[in-house]
């Protein structure tokens, strides 16, 4: 059973430069998982953010970028805003099937 | 713009069956993949199948494997999950969602609830 694993929170103040980041327990994560992130907001559903690792849609923010960082995804938000504060997901294509990782809860301070 | 719209949740007692739909407009249907994923109450985003345009591949999470069936008819723009022999576990908002290619999820619908209980 594959598990994908991001950092259960994270605390950044506005402004700042924060890194998010998604691990596969297969192994180290390449391009070729295709990884998705997602943005969740209570009560509200998921909006896409990220796909096929750095590619934004027409909808996301221009703070917010993603990579490949030693062997995991990661989702940058460089300069911080309030609004930022919510869940984050991961997603990782596995052959067909995919995974969420466990969400990443942004709280700005 | 792309609209998902899902319809047919509720409330069903353990062992019995729902089927889901969502319906898909402002985009071309019948050539992109289509995915459901759900959240329990309180819990992060769970990804449960998927299937392509045509509707000839089909992939589950080993969760709902044989007792979840995604299905497609491209003439009604219409996606469904038929879900079997629900246990308390599948209580939970269910979302469709859509994507330009299979490797790539870019909207979502706003969610059905499903409530397993007796």
């Known amino acids: 059973q594959t598990v994908v694993t991001q950092e259960t929170s994270l605390t950044v103040s506005p402004g700042q430069t924060v890194t998010l980041t998604c691990a596969s327990s297969s192994g180290a994560v390449t391009h070729a998982y295709y990884p998705n992130w997602f943005q969740q907001k209570p009560g509200q559903a998921p909006r896409s953010l990220i796909y096929s690792t750095a590619n934004t849609l027409p909808w996301t923010p221009a703070r917010f970028s993603g990579s490949l960082l030693g062997g995991k995804a990661a989702l940058t938000l460089s300069g911080v805003q309030p609004e930022d504060e919510a869940d984050y997901y991961c997603l990782l294509y596995y052959g067909g099937a995919w995974v969420f990782g466990g969400g990443t809860k942004l709280t700005v301070l | 713009e792309v609209q998902l719209v899902e319809s047919g949740g509720g409330l069903v007692q353990p062992g019995g069956s729902l089927r889901l739909s969502c319906a898909a407009s402002g985009f071309n249907f019948r050539s992109q993949a289509m995915s459901w994923v759900r959240q329990a109450p309180g819990k992060g985003l769970e990804w449960l199948s998927v299937?392509?345009?045509?509707?000839?591949?089909?992939y589950y999470a080993d969760s709902v494997k044989g007792r979840f069936t995604i299905s497609r008819d491209n003439s009604t723009n219409t996606l469904y999950l038929q879900m079997k022999n629900l246990r308390a576990g599948d209580s939970a908002i269910y979302y469709c969602a859509q994507g330009k290619t299979g490797t790539q999820i870019d909207n979502w619908g706003q969610g059905i609830l499903v409530a397993v209980s007796s």
């Open positions: 299937i392509s345009g045509r509707g000839g591949s089909t």
